[in-house]
């Protein structure tokens, strides 16, 4: 009985706290409120508050016509020294990024097939004898993986298939397109898409980054083994190579 008291309140917790988030973010996006004025309706600490808006600064003109409107001095100071601090956290972010992509520009064929293992390793399918299939929601690491499925397994590409896992409150056809033309295959290589019911703790995929999950498989028995030995193979090898 303890337990599913304790169970039942959390998830009355986490439902609250869901709420409050959206609707620090609705009072931000369209009302364009700062800080003080959403904390006043909603109560969660300055801390969770600054995670919950930290991408969404208002501009340099909102500022200025909230303090016109009489805006506490020090309530603007703070608003804009958080924008600051968001920009030099970009710059610092944007310079790393340039080390990053220079440094790897010149990789290897090796350590692109090692990519392709590492990412199977984590997200792929290791229960079919039969199926390589990898699932995941970020349309990048999809498209990857459909390449490296074609260059280092030598499959065909019009034998790739995708199955989409998709909410009742997104638009399905338009969901299915955006997949196809980022993967460039042909509607024969979808199968049907699979449509939840939203629930209460669920993701409701408002985000417009967000695009369902999507499933990519081929069948082929020797592949998938060469996969899994392949993994296998990499961590046996160098595993003793990260002992502290």
């Not at 700062?34 to 808006?53: D, P």
């Not at 969901?175 to 629930?199: D, G």
């Amino acid at each position: 009985m303890y337990c599913i008291c304790a169970i039942l309140r959390s998830g009355i917790i986490t439902l609250m706290k869901s709420a409050e988030r959206d609707k620090a973010i609705e009072l931000r996006r369209i009302y364009k409120l700062g800080y003080k004025a959403i904390a006043e309706q909603v109560k969660v600490s300055k801390g969770t508050l600054s995670r919950w808006l930290e991408d969404l600064p208002l501009s340099e003109e909102r500022i200025l016509e909230l303090r016109r409107a009489a805006w506490s001095i020090g309530e603007a100071k703070r608003e804009r020294f958080r924008q600051t601090m968001r920009a030099k956290r970009d710059k610092r972010d944007f310079q790393t990024y340039l080390r990053q992509k220079k440094k790897l520009s010149r990789i290897s064929e090796q350590s692109m097939f090692i990519a392709g293992l590492m990412l199977y390793a984590a997200e792929g399918d290791k229960k079919s004898k039969a199926d390589i299939a990898f699932t995941n929601t970020d349309p990048d690491l999809v498209l990857f993986f459909s390449r490296w499925i074609v260059r280092f397994l030598d499959l065909p590409k019009n034998k790739l298939r995708i199955q989409l896992h998709l909410y009742e409150n997104m638009k399905v056809g338009a969901e299915e397109l955006f997949w196809i033309r980022k993967l460039e295959i042909s509607k024969k290589q979808l199968w049907k898409s699979q449509v939840r019911k939203l629930r209460p703790k669920s993701f409701s995929y408002r985000d417009t980054s967000r695009h369902g999950t999507c499933k990519l498989y081929i069948g082929n028995v020797p592949k998938k083994s060469e996969i899994q030995l392949s993994i296998r193979a990499f961590f046996d090898t160098y595993k003793a190579h990260l002992r502290v």
